[in-house]
């Protein structure tokens, strides 16, 4: 695990240096960012249309092949939406194996069943057992949220999920519904990168690479208007059209009616990424495989198919790789003996130092009073 000293962020972004190379190939610091970071996250799981009618029940697993946790949501007869552990309380089986429609859920090893809100139902064969049920016999429940259609979830959370998505809710709420956006499967795929979950994120938070790595998108932006926000636990980069023709056609009300807005980047800590353009919204989940291996989850979401391929929101595969072929040359780089950190540009690089600082934040033990 890398030292608490060394992983220290100096708040004041003018003298502040990164987190250390070898944080990005350190298995202790990524076993440590499992659990101190992702178990306590709110994971975007769900397009809330899987379950759109009563008896619907639709099984995932928060970030399989790193936290792998078995999660369940389900819709009721009364038309009441739940989220649960989809681990039977009997013996550990996976209660419910794949997407359909049930009256109750029933667990096919020994036959517990239970209601779709997760509450036991019956148990054969327990008739002798003392003090049998209780509440620990129902379905675990799991914290949940939604943002438009789309559910999270989280097993632990270490914050609200107000406090996570509330500042995007109320600046995308003047853009566009997100209740109305229609998926679109052919724009849908996952990518493998040889690199380090973080270091696919940094490269995600700052613009200061685009003029250098994407040549097709920094024509489309303008990028000495291009700005980044931070709030608590969520970080906005906007990107301002080179063309108005590209930008979005906002109403009065919206903070950024004076700009042509090209954009709007968000990341929701530690992994989500909310990419809103004139045509609709492609969402980036980077979901850990191993300390150099990253896999990310490409969902597209069209709300006007006349406006896809324009703008700053065209040719998302090409500049996909191309970020892939420069973060997996930093991991390479990163992780050399003459490498230990960087500093930051006050200008360009204010996403990267918050995503760092709270990292940092996540990793240090709290430590109870003194005597």
Known sequence: MIPERDSAIEPDIRKASTLPGRFYSDARAFEACRERIFAR???????????????????VTMLEGFLGEPILFTRDAKDA??????????????????????????????GRRFGLDG?????????????????????????FGAVGKFLFASIDPAMPFADVVGDMERRLAPVL????????????????????????????????????????????????????????????????????????????????????????????FPNTMVNVYPWGVSINIVKPLAVDRTKIAYWTYVSDRSRLETGAGAGLDRVEREDEAIV??????????????????????????????????????????TA
């Open 81 to 110: 939406v739940h989220c649960v552990s989809n681990v039977c309380t009997h013996r550990g089986n996976v209660v419910c194996e794949s997407e359909g429609v049930e009256q109750s859920l029933r667990c096919r090893y020994h």
């Open 328 to 369: 997996e040359s930093v991991q390479k780089g990163i992780a050399s003996r003459l490498y230990d950190r960087g500093r930051f540009s006050p200008a360009r690089e204010a996403g990267v130092h918050w995503f760092h600082r709270l990292i940092a934040e996540s990793l240090t033990p709290r430590r109870g009073p």
């Open 119 to 143: 509450r036991f139902v019956s148990m054969p064969e327990f008739e002798g057992a003392e003090g049998f049920p209780t509440e620990k016999d129902s379905l675990v429940k799991v914290p």
């Open 177 to 268: 519904r997100m209740d109305d956006l229609v998926l679109e499967p052919a724009l849908c795929r996952d990518y493998l990168v040889r690199a380090n979950w973080a270091l696919y994120c940094d490269n995600y938070l700052e613009g200061f690479h685009i003029p250098y790595v994407h040549g097709g998108l920094a024509q489309a932006l303008d990028y000495g208007s291009y700005r980044t926000e931070t709030f608590r636990w969520s970080c906005l980069q906007v990107g301002v059209a080179s063309r108005p023709e590209d930008a979005f056609r906002l109403p009065p009300g919206s903070p950024d009616a004076a700009q042509s807005v090209a954009g709007y980047y968000w990341f929701l």
């Open 41 to 59: 996250s709110w994971q975007i799981l769900l397009d809330a249309d899987r379950i759109k009618t009563p008896g619907k029940c639709a099984p």
